[in-house]
């Protein structure tokens, strides 16, 4: 089978990146034909369709300039560059399946329509909760929040909740491009929507995904390359991004509060000095 994997980064940026690049070397191990697709980064992996690429956005920081800034939102909501590189990489690639991870944003859903005209199936691995949420994180100023999830077309919800870094504006593009995309069903094209957790899988449902596309497929490690040790542990361990929606700060306050208890926090993210400062308060 012929398999073109698509990302927004082609490299170990994040799980989904990392998810992607494992599954499609077990799959090659298989032997199956696989290649990617992504925008354009000196970081990148070799690939072959490189030089097809689109070019590099830049979100953050946000560009100069109110024309740069119109035109990134424009990028954000529909990339007809992209779609186009796309259409040019399939038509030589010629996949039988197109596998969609992290997508939104520098590529933006655009990219389906090329794929539904030559009718190629899709389907997407969801990492996040960005179909149902604009903000991804199901959180707001003040905590949980699913709002927008099951909500009609037209979302003001975070403008009004300020969900993207407490900033109307950012608030409000997020909330403009969430918006045109459902009005478009612009999503529809993808046949199975692969949630790696119960719980996601039943978020999407709950915001309007037939629950017949909606497949629960948890995420795999390499087993073989874990040395199992059996006994008492020696702590607790968290393994992950470093940013705020993960729950970091509670893991480091509720150890702090255990006697002789031991936190070991494995990754890193933009929240890693606030954690650094907070461990040793707490210790």
């Known amino acids: 089978m012929r ?3 698509v990302d927004k980064f082609l490299r170990r940026q994040g799980g989904a990146a990392g998810y992607m690049l494992d599954v499609a070397a077990l799959q090659r191990r298989a032997g199956h034909d696989v290649d990617f697709f992504a925008m354009q980064h000196p970081a990148n992996l070799p ?3 490189e030089d097809q690429f689109p070019p590099f956005v830049q ?18 909501v529909w990339s007809g560059r992209a779609a186009r590189c796309l259409a040019e990489v399939v038509d030589d690639f010629r996949p039988d399946v197109v596998h969609l991870h992290n997508v939104y944003h520098q590529l933006s859903p655009s990219i389906l329509r090329p794929l539904q005209r030559r009718g190629i199936p899709v389907v997407m691995t969801v990492h996040d909760y960005k179909l149902v949420c604009p903000s991804y994180r199901l959180l707001d100023q003040d905590g949980l929040c699913d709002a927008c999830v099951g909500a009609g077309p037209l979302l003001t919800a975070p403008v009004r909740r300020r ?3 407490g900033s109307i504006g ?7 491009e969430s918006s045109l995309h459902r009005l478009l069903g612009a999503w529809r094209p993808v046949s199975r929507f692969i ?9 999407l449902r709950r915001g309007g995904f037939p629950a017949d596309e909606v497949v629960h497929l948890p995420n795999f490690v390499d087993a073989d390359a874990i040395e199992a040790r059996h006994g008492p542990g020696e702590g607790f361990v968290f393994v992950g991004r470093l940013s705020g929606e993960k729950g970091v700060d509670i893991a480091v306050r509720a150890v702090g509060q255990l006697p002789g208890a031991r936190l070991t926090v494995a990754g890193d993210g933009p929240e890693r000095a606030a954690l650094e400062a907070l461990a040793e308060d707490v210790a």
């Open 3 to 5: 398999i073109l994997h």
């Open 195 to 203: 949630a790696p957790s119960a719980f996601l899988a039943s978020t």
């Open 170 to 176: 950012a608030s409000a593009v997020l909330a403009l």
């Open 163 to 165: 969900c993207k870094d």
């Open 47 to 49: 690939a072959t369709y």
């Open 59 to 76: 979100l953050d920081p946000p560009p100069r300039g109110a024309l740069a800034r119109a035109g990134t939102v424009a990028t954000m």
